[in-house]
């Protein structure tokens, strides 16, 4: 539970002192953005279409969050969705709402843009 509450702690002063551009950065590891892919792709019925526009949106995505925040609100994204105290942590952390916002805003971006 602490070694959570560090983890958000370290992500708000991610949040904050993020003066860099996400566009400015080409942080994404090559293994993030296949398996962002291929998740999107099994979303969205595995064809042609599909690859072009989950390419297309995880591009979209890095291009507004570089990719130690990516990481940081998938995680957040993750272990909110757990039952108990540790989803409960997550759900009433303003850090943590914070973070699935902003993941939120990159992804309906990527929504409008690519699909």
């Given at each position: 539970?602490?070694?959570?509450?560090?983890?958000?702690?370290?992500?708000?002063?991610?949040?904050?002192?993020?003066?860099?551009?996400?566009?400015?950065?080409?942080?994404?590891?090559?293994?993030?953005r296949a398996d962002y892919v291929f998740g999107c792709m099994?979303?969205?019925g595995d064809t042609r279409l599909s690859l072009d526009q989950c390419a297309c949106?995880?591009?979209?995505?890095?291009?507004?969050?570089?990719?130690?925040?990516?990481?940081?609100?998938?995680?957040?994204?993750?272990?909110?969705?757990?039952?108990?105290?540790?989803?409960?942590?997550?759900?009433?952390?303003?850090?943590?709402?914070?973070?699935?916002?902003?993941?939120?805003?990159?992804?309906?971006?990527?929504?409008?843009?690519?699909?």
């Open positions: 539970m602490r070694r959570l509450a560090e983890f958000l702690i370290l992500a708000q002063l991610s949040l904050a002192g993020g003066s860099a551009k996400a566009a400015d950065l080409n942080d994404y590891p090559t293994a993030a099994k979303a969205n949106s995880i591009d979209v995505i890095a291009t507004i969050l570089p990719y130690e925040r990516y990481v940081a609100a998938e995680t957040v994204a993750s272990v909110n969705q757990q039952a108990g105290q540790v989803g409960a942590l997550m759900r009433n952390t303003d850090a943590a709402r914070d973070m699935l916002q902003e993941l939120r805003r990159a992804q309906a971006e990527a929504q409008v843009r690519c699909f």
